[in-house]
């Protein structure tokens, strides 16, 4: 296979490159879809939006490079390497749905990124992350709404938000 830049390949095809690198990316955001359930793009977009932070912010906390965390995003790598990055990064998707983040109170969510960033989590078969402040957060759902009405909610948050669907599933389902 010919040596291709961003716009000649050594084969003297104008956009050659462009066409390989565009293959790449899909591939790669198809084993994101794989192995994380949906583009880790869209994943860091939502925690971004969540907690009204920059990108750079969020790497920061994560423990991850901005660089590094850009091209996961875009698809121009397939994996986060580091397994504490990914804890981290489900502790913050977790820590959304307390409530007082939820509610978009800035101090609680200052905290609650700082106590992900501090955190040293260990990932193995036997642990999830945050295990405790989801059963916090499945209780609390359960409070404020009927058991029909998570699961209404949860069909309706399926195709754009399908880890808060789960939770709110699993609410409703009193798991």
Same mark, same amino acid.
């Given at each position: 296979?010919? *040596?291709c830049? &961003?716009?000649v390949?050594?084969?003297?095809?104008? +956009?050659?490159?462009?066409v390989?690198?565009? *293959?790449?990316?899909?591939?790669?955001?198809?084993?994101? %879809?794989?192995?994380?359930?949906?583009?880790?793009?869209?994943?860091?977009?939502?925690?971004?939006?969540a907690?009204?932070?920059?990108?750079?912010?969020l790497?920061?906390?994560?423990?991850?490079?901005?660089?590094? @965390?850009?091209?996961?995003?875009? +698809? &121009? %790598?397939? *994996?986060?390497?580091?397994?504490?990055?990914?804890?981290?990064?489900?502790m913050?998707? %977790? *820590?959304?749905?307390?409530?007082e983040?939820?509610? +978009?109170?800035?101090?609680?969510?200052?905290?609650?990124?700082?106590?992900?960033?501090?955190?040293?989590?260990?990932? +193995?078969?036997?642990?999830?992350?945050?295990i405790?402040?989801?059963?916090?957060?499945?209780?609390?759902?359960?409070?404020v709404a009927?058991?029909?009405? @998570?699961?209404e909610?949860?069909?309706?948050?399926?195709?754009?938000?399908?880890?808060?669907?789960?939770l709110l599933? &699993?609410?409703?389902?009193?798991?």
């Open positions: 296979m010919a *040596k830049s &961003r716009t390949c050594a084969s003297g095809v104008r +956009g050659l490159g462009l390989e690198d565009h *293959k790449i990316v899909q591939r790669n955001i198809a084993l994101q %879809r794989e192995w994380y359930g949906e583009p880790l793009g869209d994943r860091v977009r939502r925690l971004v939006v907690f009204d932070v920059s990108q750079a912010f790497a920061e906390v994560l423990g991850i490079s901005a660089p590094m @965390l850009s091209q996961v995003m875009s +698809g &121009r %790598r397939a *994996k986060i390497g580091n397994p504490v990055v990914l804890a981290r990064m489900i913050l998707e %977790r *820590k959304i749905l307390v409530p983040v939820a509610a +978009g109170n800035r101090d609680a969510m200052l905290a609650a990124m700082e106590d992900v960033r501090d955190s040293r989590p260990t990932v +193995g078969r036997d642990n999830i992350p945050v405790n402040e989801d059963r916090r957060v499945l209780a609390y759902l359960r409070d009927e058991d029909e009405d @998570l699961g909610a949860a069909k309706r948050l399926d195709d754009d938000f399908p880890a808060i669907a789960d599933r &699993r609410a409703g389902n009193g798991s």
